[in-house]
């Protein structure tokens, strides 16, 4: 979870402040502090605030006619500043410096679009045509050629890193509504450039991006109102000049019919991001506001309005926000927890399921970067997928199952789902090719999460298979709510007849299920003390158990054994109320009747047992069974009191539901009853000798 603190203000923004406000800030970088920030304007002035005193250090203008072109940086190893003005005149200068024009100057040959200090790799000079040089080798010779390498490509966003002691740096350039991406790593001069997959219609607005593992996580935020990740791996094949570099979606700004327009975001976490924007609703004005999201559950975790307005620009540092808002410079701390599956998710799998720890550990290997990581070390490596269309069926297969071979390599987890993400995304490049079986075979060996191969079940509803679909509902701990509701309507369009068909695993349902015999036939039943009898012996049993449980002779189960297999996975899988309700609401009548009658079916099958516990392998639980029903009632309450159809069913549960309620009422009465006794029986002699009847009303 995620969530905003206090906030204050750090300073005015304006003429009589001496930071300015036209536009907004050229720029907020780091100070030589961990609570020390460089605030440079869109004019002349740069500024050095503690941030916890609110109060600034140190105060630098340029001269009459000279703009500060680049944001002032700090040299974390010599304690200096380090500014250009007008495009290409490099300035250096200590705190005891007062007079701008009296400091270190360099005249450069080339426009210097952007200055990045990294804390043990110095500063690093970007310049606009696309070269990169370091402090220390452009001061050797300030008036040195620098190479034009982007051509008529414009820069729009750049970030430096450091990545085992070397210097790496990446920008983005754009060109006719493309958007290209250039990585640079200075001590080996080896410069990868990409171009970024693109919607129709859609413009790249904000960029930001961080490293581990070898992998730049390079993160976009459209105009679509959409969050998009790409992943580049630092230790790449150089062969081709230009690589388009594939993009996923991230996270849609969108809660509750609102939609956030972002301006700039930052990133928090691995799982969080904070998106400065405005939150438009239909029929209401659009409201500026902060806000975190979690990335991982797609859900917006908080958010605050600023109805002063602001510039559209955001910084993050040491767990504060800087953004302006009216005429100020306001800071906001915030606090973000590590994403719990088991909270966001809610209600959680049943304890007859696989233990949600011997899936996916969360923490190291939900990433994809790790993936692609393992790839770049591996000798058996998955080819991109453009390349491996062409190849044969069973020389693509082999090749995975190479791969799937090595079980005691590391991030083992992580490369079955990139196994079972190009299998997919070889079936949507070529929809004739779909791997039943050898999907089916590594879902029901490998332990596998929805997020591992989120584009999996997807496929499978496409391919209507129902078979692989029921042990993904099975397995995987984390499945969305939308995809869970797309198999429960699914499963309850098929009829039994088209589903008698196909192949299902049926061991949830064959220890209960009534079915049809003959009437030769003998149908058995395990009793509770272990022997098992005829039922035609037992008629007179029956009977008084269906009066008890206001059922009828004719009470059957109202769908098939293949259908109720599969919707006993739906009822296994976990979710979130809040989640799972507004899906459930778009469930047609027929078919939200249709599922009634089989939850309540189940709730009278439980309740025929003392224990309350259906037999079989896996089958669905009273409580599991009672929250769907509530959950059904509560998205269709409405339409259910209107249907012809429903409203004996809602008078059976209704009849159903208050003699269960009577019979455990007198049941908590002969309980306390028994405590009474037992407590006179404690008060009594225990060597007097008597008889006693305890009579009970």
Same mark, same amino acid.
Request: hydrophobic share 40%; charged share 20%; glycine share 4%.
């Given at each position: ?23 907004? =800030? ?154 290209? $991406? ?145 005429? $100020? ?73 190479? $791969? ?18 190009? =299998? ?162 778009? =469930? ?110």
């Amino acid at each position: 979870m995620a969530a905003l603190c206090e906030s204050f203000t750090l300073c005015g923004l304006g003429p009589s402040s001496g930071v300015g406000l036209d536009g907004g =800030l050229l720029a907020l970088e780091p100070g030589p502090d961990r609570d020390h920030v460089l605030l440079t304007d869109r004019g002349r002035t740069a500024t050095l605030f503690k941030v916890s005193d609110q109060k600034p250090l140190g105060c630098w203008s340029a001269k009459h006619g000279q703009i500060i072109t680049c944001p002032v940086v700090c040299n974390f190893e010599t304690h200096e500043y380090i500014a250009v003005h007008d495009d290409k005149v490099l300035r250096i200068w200590k705190n005891t410096d007062v007079n701008l024009d009296k400091v270190f100057k360099a005249t450069l040959s080339a426009d210097v679009y952007r200055i990045h200090s990294l804390p043990k790799g110095g500063p690093v000079v970007l310049f606009k045509g696309g070269g990169v040089r370091t402090l220390d080798v452009l001061l050797e010779a300030p008036q040195q050629e620098i190479e034009n390498i982007i051509s008529d490509e414009v820069i729009k966003w750049s970030e430096a890193f450091m990545e085992r002691q070397q210097p790496v740096l990446i920008f983005a350039t754009e060109k006719d509504g493309d958007s290209f $991406v250039y990585v640079q790593k200075l001590k080996m001069n080896n410069l990868q450039k990409y171009k970024l997959e693109q919607q129709e219609l859609s413009k790249a607005l904000s960029f930001t991006a961080y490293i581990k593992n070898q992998i730049i996580t390079l993160l976009c935020l459209s105009s679509n109102d959409s969050v998009y990740k790409f992943l580049i791996p630092l230790q790449q094949n150089t062969e081709e000049e230009e690589q388009i570099l594939p993009r996923s979606l991230l996270l849609n700004l969108s809660v509750s019919g609102s939609v956030l327009k972002g301006t700039s975001f930052v990133v928090l976490d691995k799982d969080h991001i904070a998106v400065l924007g405005s939150l438009a609703t239909a029929g209401e004005e659009s409201k500026e506001c902060l806000t975190i999201w979690n990335t991982k559950f797609q859900t917006l975790q908080t958010s605050k309005e600023l109805p002063l307005g602001t510039s559209g620009q955001i910084w993050c540092y040491e767990k504060k926000f800087f953004f302006t808002h009216g005429k $100020v410079l306001t800071v906001v701390m915030y606090k973000c927890e590590t994403s719990s599956l088991a909270a966001a998710v809610g209600k959680l799998k049943d304890s007859q399921a696989p233990d949600v720890s011997s899936f996916v550990d969360w923490n190291t290997l939900g990433d994809e970067e790790l993936v692609i990581s393992f790839q770049s070390r591996q000798s058996v490596a998955l080819k991109p997928e453009s390349r491996m269309i062409d190849a044969s069926t069973t020389v693509f297969e082999n090749e995975l199952r190479q $791969v799937m071979s090595k079980g005691q390599m590391p991030d083992f987890q992580a490369t079955i789902g990139c196994v079972v993400t190009a =299998l997919i995304n070889r079936c949507k490049a070529n929809p004739k090719y779909y791997p039943r079986n050898f999907l089916l075979q590594i879902v029901e060996n490998r332990d596998l999460s929805y997020s591992l191969c989120p584009d999996l079940m997807v496929v499978a509803l496409e391919k209507k298979d129902l078979h692989l679909l029921q042990i993904c509902l099975q397995r995987f701990p984390d499945i969305p709510e939308e995809i869970t509701y797309a198999c429960l309507k699914a499963f309850l369009s098929f009829s039994d007849a088209y589903l008698q068909r196909i192949d299902l695993n049926l061991e949830s349902v064959i220890c209960y299920l009534d079915i049809e015999f003959n009437n030769k036939e003998v149908k058995t039943e395990i009793i509770e003390n272990g022997f098992s009898t005829e039922l035609e012996q037992d008629i007179w049993e029956t009977k008084i158990t269906k009066k008890l449980h206001g059922t009828s002779d004719n009470e059957s189960c109202p769908v098939g054994p293949q259908k109720a297999a599969l919707l006993n996975a739906v009822l296994h899988s976990a979710y979130s109320e809040t989640f799972l309700l507004p899906h459930l609401k778009n =469930l047609p009548a027929q078919q939200a009747v249709l599922f009634l009658r089989y939850l309540y079916y189940l709730y009278v099958k439980c309740s025929e047992k003392i224990n309350t516990t259906l037999p079989g392998t896996c089958p669905p639980t009273v409580n599991q069974i009672m929250d769907w029903l509530c959950l059904l009632l509560d998205a269709h309450f409405s339409v259910m009191v209107m249907l012809p159809e429903a409203k004996e069913l809602l008078s059976k549960l209704h009849k159903f539901v208050r003699a269960q309620v009577r019979f455990y009422s007198e049941l908590n009465k002969i309980e306390g009853s028994l405590r009474e006794l037992q407590r006179l029986n404690h008060q009594k002699d225990p060597h007097t000798y008597s008889v006693e009847v305890l009579e009970l009303i």
